[in-house]
């Protein structure tokens, strides 16, 4: 699947994440079980799994990585396994808090470029861009 991808999209470092997410977190969750046998109840406990799963701290990285899942799911189905047709469909995810948007004055701007010359001057461009 990750192959065939690559060949089609451009975008490596979404291939890059997906293939992390599925070493780390799908592969060790769903073992070595026939991809036949999983069903909606599978995708429930793999949300439950990786809220408990030491090392994720954030609802965000829980979603992403259930999308990774569901995104596997429906690579299946395209190729005929046999899946049932919701086994990711109403799976009651994390809330994740909205992210807060920060528009700087232009004075705030200056000042933290100039706080950025002091420490890093090859830097402060990005600061200005």
């Not at 700087?104 to 200005?128: D, K």
Request: proline share 9%.
């Amino acid at each position: 699947m990750m192959t065939r991808r690559r060949k089609r999209k451009n975008n490596a470092n979404s291939s890059d994440t997906y293939e992390g997410h599925l070493r780390s977190h799908i592969l060790p969750f769903a073992g070595h079980r026939p991809a036949g046998n999983l069903r909606r109840p599978d995708s429930m406990a793999f949300v439950d799994y990786l809220l408990d799963k030491q090392g994720i701290d954030s609802a965000c990285t829980v979603v992403q990585i259930f999308k990774t899942w569901r995104i596997l799911m429906h690579c299946m189905l395209d190729e005929d396994v046999p899946l049932p047709p919701n086994i990711v469909a109403r799976i009651e995810l994390p809330d994740v808090p909205p992210r807060v948007k920060v528009a700087l004055s232009p004075g705030q701007v200056a000042a933290v470029a100039a706080a950025m010359r002091r420490v890093a001057p090859h830097y402060e461009v990005l600061i200005w861009l």
